[in-house]
């Protein structure tokens, strides 16, 4: 079993930066896949980006390709997404989830992720 406690989340202005955290614990994310997801008002959850433990290997939405970071630190089982040039419509709540089935590509699709944490919101205003 393991427990994913994202924060990180708040208010910021449009061209602002935020960097989310995703503490894991439970047990080592060696092998799992960590991925970032997003829903905003009335949407289904959408990828953001994802990646391989301990291997790195990393994807992302279009829509944050540039823009988006994702990074883990493997002592501290905690994977982080540093968000720059925020626009209005990456406002959501965001989630952060884990996939421990085998592969050498991060998966893009929710259904795929085992385990979740309790999201954490970001708004971001024009």
């Known amino acids: 079993q393991v427990q994913l406690v994202e924060s990180g989340g708040g208010l910021v202005q449009a061209g602002g930066s935020l960097r989310l955290s995703c503490a894991a614990s439970?047990?080592?994310?060696?092998?799992?896949?960590m991925g970032w997801f997003r829903q905003g008002p009335g949407k289904e959850r959408e990828f953001v980006a994802a990646?391989?433990?301990?291997?790195?290997?990393?994807a992302y939405a279009d829509s944050v390709k540039g823009r988006f970071t994702i990074s883990r630190d493997i002592a501290k089982n905690t994977v982080y997404l540093q968000m720059d040039s925020l626009k209005p419509e990456d406002t959501a709540v965001y989630y952060c989830?884990?996939?421990?089935?085998?592969?050498?590509?991060?998966?893009?699709?929710?259904?795929?992720?085992?385990?979740w944490g309790q999201g954490t919101q970001v708004t971001v205003s024009s």
């Open positions: 990646i391989k433990w301990p291997l790195g290997l990393s």
């Open positions: 989830g884990a996939d421990r089935s085998l592969g050498t590509s991060p998966k893009r699709d929710a259904i795929s992720y085992d385990y």
């Open positions: 439970g047990r080592t994310l060696s092998g799992y896949t």
